[in-house]
T-cell receptor, first 117, second 116 residues
Framework: EAGVAQSPRYKIIEKRQSVAFWCNPI?????LYWYQQILGQGPKLLIQ????????DSQLPKDRFSAERLKGVDSTLKIQPAKLEDSAVYLC???????????????FGPGTRLTVL | GDSVTQMEGPVTLSEEAFLTINCTYT??????LFWYVQYPGEGLQLLLK?????DKGSNKGFEATYRKETTSFHLEKGSVQVSDSAVYFC???????????????FGTGTRLLVSP
């Protein structure tokens, strides 16, 4: 079974530029998550989708970050304009159900490492 | 809000040494508890989990027991290998109030370095 796919793996941009990340979850997984992992910290949830609807985006900086999952499968996360403090690894995860419990394990992709100069 | 506290790293051990990584949590209700591992260049992988008090999760020689009285979920392994070198994250999951959807909250991670 294929895992969660993410691209690109690495991205370097100048501040105030825009960037987009792509995620393809495990086939059949209804729930998709985007996390931000700053160096030396644990992952922090940015947004959670159930199919193509948003479940939780309370920690998404909506003035510069946006995400969509139009067909309920793959997803894109965009930052526009980027700031220095956005340098982090952006992780995508998916789960079959509502996530987190013993029957709804979250599976993580390899992440995209963003460096903002 | 819910939170997880882990011991700071790096933890440096020789091969075959005993490992303990401490984890304590703060949560309302009864969360599920997890240990995730992140090998260099890879995504997070679930290592083990426990869903209720006194449950013991185990996998690949690692163990952790859900201790409600001390709000802890310490990770242990009797004999570490060089291949265990990675970053280990403790996490909890609890349902959101209105939707029932689970939310994972992670600790800051502990880097383990095992030398031959």
């Amino acid at each position: 079974e294929a895992g969660v796919a993410q691209s690109p793996r690495y991205k370097i941009i100048e501040k105030r530029q825009s960037v987009a990340f792509w995620c393809n979850p495990i086939s059949g997984h209804a729930t998709l998550y985007w996390y931000q992992q700053i160096l030396g910290q644990g992952p922090k949830l940015l947004i959670q989708f159930q199919n193509n609807g948003v479940v939780d985006d309370s920690q998404l900086p909506k003035d510069r970050f946006s995400a969509e999952r139009l067909k309920g499968v793959d997803s894109t996360l965009k930052i526009q304009p980027a700031k220095l403090e956005d340098s982090a690894v952006y992780l995508c995860a998916s789960s079959l159900g509502r996530g987190g419990g013993i029957y709804n394990e979250q599976f993580f992709g390899p992440g995209t490492r963003l460096t903002v100069l | 809000g819910d939170s997880v506290t882990q011991m700071e790293g790096p933890v440096t051990l020789s091969e075959e040494a005993f490992l303990t990584i401490n984890c304590t949590y703060t949560a309302t209700g009864y969360p599920s508890l997890f240990w995730y591992v992140q090998y260099p260049g890879e995504g997070l992988q679930l290592l083990l989990k426990a869903t209720k008090a006194d449950d013991k999760g185990s996998n690949k020689g690692f163990e952790a027991t859900y201790r409600k009285e001390t709000t802890s979920f310490h990770l242990e392994k009797g004999s570490v290998q060089v291949s265990d070198s990675a970053v280990y994250f403790c996490a909890l999951s609890s349902p959101r109030m209105n939707t029932g959807f689970q939310k994972l909250v992670f600790g800051t991670g502990t880097r383990l370095l095992v030398s031959p």
